[in-house]
């Protein structure tokens, strides 16, 4: 259970006392090397382990075989330092790992050369590191651990036909680390490792060959893609950058690729995702607007591009948003087949899911994100009909109606719209009517404070933060009265009786209902911003009614500057 930081601190203080020579006796410096050596070889992350003793001082004590011993150090990581000293020499580093190797046993050398394989920066170190491990172990073993490296899911079976265990071996680690780096979404170091796979497996027989090669050319693209994404986005997000343009090789393969495969039910339905929306981002509607792929993951970037494009040229929007809305609809409500059960078809559900969010998550173009946000809008609130209405952009021509909804999970409707509108906000946070749909998102389960946060939050956005008037089309009389129900719903009585004042016309049954109800929480101070001569009479009435004098005092010094109040409200409504 201990953290790494704390082992990593350990390290540390072994280094230090190393480094100062400190009084060891022969039988201290073997203690200490078999407590690094026991950490790095038995602990549960022993991979996180291992990288802090490559990078402290403390990997001497392994190395240790006198009372003053030689520190080595591959990046330096005293505490807070960081990794300041200078990498070894290539060929020092390598003698010292086999003093390293000839301290262990059988069983802690292979557990040690596994888990080093795993954190190699470069291919040519990882694969000399899995050829250090085939040479200290028996033949028998080598493809038990190739085995112990092999990836899961589409493509990674074939491997098996590689009949050479050694290069098995290091396909299947290259592969690994591949898939290690794309997780951290380290791109470009990825398509390193993998197309040195790509080179390994070349050499392999026809059989594996022809089954694996356009498997890892798919993954080799969707690598670049998502290298290029990550420029775009960037220079995006950072406006001082200029704009990243792709190659123009790289936007004439994925076009090939997204054309050659609009038919091609064996397509990664993840690579189909990535290109879309890379396609998308470009603009090159015209492109995806006249594929049509056989896939559910693959048919939204498509019908968006039409959807956008009828947009843009002014066409009818009925049928682009129809056919929009029915291929982000099956999205959520995968029919069952008779053969299939319950949970494999829970996982499929869970897949297409995914590859939508691949879709989304990879989406620049503001236009085709308020299309998505729109369609995931109707589609829930369809299905869950909550007693308030959200709002978007792009809110007519969608349909009033949809079949069985029974298989629909409303909760996953309700994440993915969450997590596009959060992804569309990181891109364009000023965009005040997608913080709008947030409000309405968050009154509409029950959340009154964030709501009315983000209400105000858009209300900041369009007026210079409420240094000018707020535009009739961002607060609009239904904001209002959210905003109303937010603040009675929070206890904010007195502020609900302000903004009441903005609606048109005033609802003075609502207002009087607050104040007979709530006068014995009434704010003073806020009496200031009351402008209505109806609200301020009856303030007076009621406080007077119930002997609260203070508060009717203060509610008729208000009655008193009655002139320069009508000019206040003048200026509120822009008269």
């Keep these: 259970g201990t953290e790494p930081r704390h082992i990593e601190y350990l390290f540390y203080v072994c280094g230090e006392v190393l480094q100062q020579?400190?009084?060891?006796?022969?039988?201290?410096?073997?203690?200490?090397?078999?407590?690094?050596?026991?950490?790095?070889?038995?602990?549960?992350?022993?991979?996180?382990?291992?990288?802090?003793?490559?990078?402290?001082?403390?990997?001497?004590?392994?190395?240790a075989g006198k009372k003053e011993a030689e520190v080595s150090v591959h990046g330096g990581c005293k505490a807070g330092d960081?990794?300041?000293?200078?990498?070894?020499?290539?060929?020092?580093?390598?003698?010292?790992?086999?003093?390293?190797?000839?301290?262990?046993d059988h069983g802690s050398l292979v557990n040690f050369l596994e888990k080093e394989v795993l954190f190699l920066s470069t291919p040519s170190s990882l694969v000399r590191a899995v050829e250090k491990l085939l040479k200290s172990v028996p033949q028998s073993e080598h493809r038990a651990i190739a085995q112990n490296w092999k990836g899961s899911g589409r493509g990674f079976a074939s491997l098996d036909l590689i009949p050479d265990p050694p290069t098995l071996l290091k396909c299947n680690a290259l592969l690994l680390k591949c898939h290690q780096l794309r997780q951290a979404k380290a791109f470009k170091e990825s398509l390193e490792f993998l197309r040195d796979a790509l080179k390994l497996l070349l050499k392999t027989s026809p059989e594996c060959r022809n089954r694996m090669e356009p498997f890892l050319q798919e993954q080799i693209l969707t690598l670049e893609l998502l290298s290029a994404q990550r420029q775009l986005r960037e220079s995006l997000t950072n406006r001082e950058n200029v704009s990243s343009v792709p190659s123009a090789g790289l936007i004439g393969k994925t076009k090939l690729y997204y054309e050659e495969t609009e038919n091609d039910t064996s397509l990664n339905p993840e690579s189909a995702s990535v290109a879309g929306a890379?396609?998308?981002?470009?603009?090159?509607?015209?492109?995806?607007?006249?594929?049509?792929?056989?896939?559910?993951?693959?048919r939204v970037a498509p019908r968006l591009a039409r959807a956008v494009l009828s947009k843009k040229e002014n066409k009818d929007m009925r049928k682009p948003t129809r056919d929009l809305f029915e291929a982000v609809f099956s999205v959520f409500s995968l029919p069952m087949s008779a053969t299939e059960s319950k949970a494999d078809r829970n996982e499929r559900q869970l897949q297409l899911r995914t590859y939508f969010h691949v879709f989304v998550e990879n989406l620049l173009d503001v236009s085709g994100l308020s299309f998505l946000v729109a369609a995931l809008v109707r589609i829930w609130t369809m299905v869950k009909k909550p007693e308030e209405e959200v709002v978007t952009e792009h809110m007519t021509n969608w349909p009033?109606?949809?079949?069985?909804?029974?298989?629909?999970?409303?909760?996953?409707?309700?994440?993915?719209?969450?997590?596009?509108?959060?992804?569309?906000l990181?891109?364009?946070?000023?965009?005040?009517?997608?913080?709008?749909?947030?409000?309405d998102l968050f009154m509409a389960t029950g959340q009154?404070?964030?709501?009315?946060?983000?209400?105000?939050?858009?209300?900041?956005?369009?007026?210079?933060?409420?240094?000018?008037?707020?535009?009739e089309t961002t607060w609009t009389q239904q904001i209002y009265r959210k905003i109303i129900k937010c603040c009675s719903s929070l206890g904010y009585h007195t502020h609900s009786v302000i903004f009441c004042q903005l609606l048109s016309p005033v609802d003075y049954k609502f207002v009087f209902n607050i104040l007979q109800n709530h006068s014995s929480s009434a704010v003073e101070p806020l009496f200031q911003y009351l402008w209505d001569m109806t609200i301020i009479?009856?303030?007076?009435?009621?406080?007077?009614?119930?002997?609260?004098?203070?508060?009717?005092?203060?509610?008729?010094?208000?009655?008193?500057?009655?002139?320069?109040?009508?000019?206040?409200q003048a200026q509120m409504h822009g008269d």
């Design 426 to 439: 990181e891109l364009c946070p000023d965009r005040s009517p997608w913080v709008t749909t947030q409000g």
């Design 537 to 568: 009479e009856y303030v007076i009435y009621i406080h007077a009614k119930r002997g609260e004098s203070h508060k009717q005092m203060a509610a008729v010094r208000k009655r008193k500057a009655e002139p320069f109040d009508y000019y206040i």
């Design 82 to 104: 960081g990794r300041k000293e200078e990498k070894m020499e290539e060929g020092e580093e390598e003698e010292e790992e086999e003093d390293l190797m000839s301290t262990m």
């Design 448 to 471: 009154f404070g964030t709501a009315l946060q983000k209400y105000l939050h858009a209300g900041a956005l369009e007026s210079n933060f409420f240094e000018e008037h707020v535009p």
């Design 278 to 298: 890379f396609l998308f981002n470009l603009q090159l509607f015209s492109v995806l607007s006249n594929c049509e792929h056989s896939l559910v993951p693959g």
């Design 21 to 63: 020579q400190v009084d060891l006796n022969q039988q201290h410096l073997l203690n200490l090397k078999d407590f690094v050596t026991g950490v790095c070889t038995a602990s549960a992350d022993s991979e996180t382990l291992l990288r802090l003793l490559r990078e402290s001082s403390a990997k001497s004590l392994v190395l």
């Design 400 to 424: 009033t109606a949809i079949g069985n909804s029974d298989g629909i999970g409303v909760e996953y409707v309700f994440d993915c719209l969450c997590n596009t509108l959060d992804h569309a």
